[in-house]
């Protein structure tokens, strides 16, 4: 099918190509510096480079901040509540596929 | 429109304190919160529910809709009154619903829809980054695809209104996605203000259903159903994969469950993932004379018994 309008974008795929830095994280995330800043202090996320102005954050780390965004917008969540939930997530999400390996939903 | 009962929605009752309007909702968020939850129709009770709770954790919208909510019940049919707005006038900085989409019809209607982004001539600004989920096929992971992609835009018009405006995009997918991550498309985002560049458009990856394959990273699984005998004998057969068929030798004295593993046959990528097929053993049925005899020569041949540790059992 073919759009009069359609226009073929590049794309790349974030988690095997960049590093962000603290300001396109939050530009990606809509996370404002502060709660990225208190999420590495808590350990949910973990950049490279010594300061926040030189911290480079892998691919993974737009997923986190995207869910760690959402726990604080919808229900509220401080960093240490952030950084338990993310925890849990990622320990189900390793249960889930487990489960699917073996064909159970 | 259709009359929405904010308070059925978080289930508590029209009396009900701000307290317990807090705890409710936070409770129902949880549950309902589409990052977490395995709901089916998570995201949209998850909408419903922020709607609600926008109107009703301010003390200011909640007496608004208590006044023309009187009386009314869900899903019966609701016109503001005439007149109505005009004595009230609404300031909350939450407004808008957590995605930037609008709130239900019904919500507007009460409360005004969300002011739109206020230009101002000298101000350059970077546009905004959108996110957007797209579903493709596991196949489109392996072969790269070409996609195109609607998208639902909200924009503001000339009177600052937001309204919903389609958008067609074609992406080259490439090769080696994995369900979770994230395409960026440079400068597709919302439009920078004066000279400020435009956003990017971050796209989730995510894989439809396939009946027969399910994948777990780059890893991809398949039930591979085999007879006693081709377990017990080993056996040559052909299997689909996401790329086409492959010839595989299943090894005599295959137990069910064992994991064939065709290396490199999963997602590509350095490295590649893996494919498996899972066996399991489907018994034929007995139904004639005949297969129940074969099934009597099998248990007189056979000594053998598939308890071994059970007490109590006999073979």
């Not at chain 2, 797209?134 to 609607?150: F, K």
């Not at chain 2, 439809?208 to 399910?214: D, S």
Request: glycine share 10%.
């Amino acid at each position: 099918m073919k759009y009069v309008n359609a226009e073929v974008v590049p794309a790349s795929v974030v988690e095997e190509s960049c590093y962000l830095s603290l300001t396109e994280l939050c530009q990606a995330s809509n996370a404002t510096e502060d709660h990225v800043i208190a999420w590495v202090f808590e350990g949910v996320l973990a950049p490279i480079g010594d300061i926040p102005q030189d911290w480079q954050f892998t691919g993974q780390s737009l997923r986190r901040t995207r869910l760690a965004c959402s726990f604080v917008r919808d229900l509220e969540i401080n960093p240490a509540g952030v950084a338990l939930a993310l925890d849990l997530l990622d320990e189900i999400t390793v249960l889930r596929a487990r489960l699917k390996r073996f064909g159970i939903r | 429109m259709k009359f929405k009962d904010y308070y059925e929605t978080i289930g508590v009752p029209r009396s009900a304190t701000q307290d317990e309007i807090k705890r409710a909702y936070r409770k129902l968020a949880r549950k309902y919160h589409p990052d977490v939850s395995q709901h089916v129709d998570a995201e949209i009770r998850f909408k419903e529910l922020g709607e609600a709770y926008a109107v009703l954790k301010d003390p200011e919208k909640r007496a608004a809709y208590d006044q023309v909510g009187n009386g009314a019940h869900a899903g019966q049919d609701f016109q503001p009154p005439p007149g109505w707005g005009a004595g009230f006038e609404f300031s909350g900085s939450d407004f808008g619903s957590a995605d930037g989409m609008p709130h239900s019809d019904f919500f507007e209607s009460l409360f005004g829809r969300q002011s739109g982004r206020a230009y101002q001539r000298d101000t350059h600004a970077r546009g905004k980054d959108h996110h957007a989920k797209v579903l493709i096929d596991l196949e489109d992971a392996y072969h790269g695809a070409q996609r195109s992609i609607t998208l639902q835009v909200p924009v503001a018009d000339e009177n600052g209104h937001v309204i919903i405006r389609e958008r067609k995009l074609d992406v080259l997918i490439p090769s080696g996605i994995r369900a979770g991550q994230h395409l960026r498309l440079a400068g597709q985002g919302e439009p920078g203000v004066g000279n400020g560049p435009a956003g990017d458009l971050y796209l989730e990856i995510g894989f439809n259903p396939h009946v027969q394959f399910r994948v777990d990273g780059r890893d991809v699984f398949l039930d591979l159903p085999i007879a006693p005998w081709e377990a017990a004998l080993g056996c040559s057969l052909t299997m689909p994969t996401p790329e086409g068929s492959v010839q595989i030798t299943v090894p005599a004295g295959s137990a069910a469950g064992r994991q064939l593993r065709l290396k490199g046959k999963g997602i590509p990528g350095d490295p590649a993932g893996d494919l498996y097929a899972v066996l399991s053993i489907v018994l034929p049925p007995a139904v004639t004379d005949r297969e129940k005899a074969a099934y009597l020569t099998l248990s007189g041949i056979f000594n053998f018994n598939p308890r071994p540790h059970m007490k109590g059992s006999t073979s």
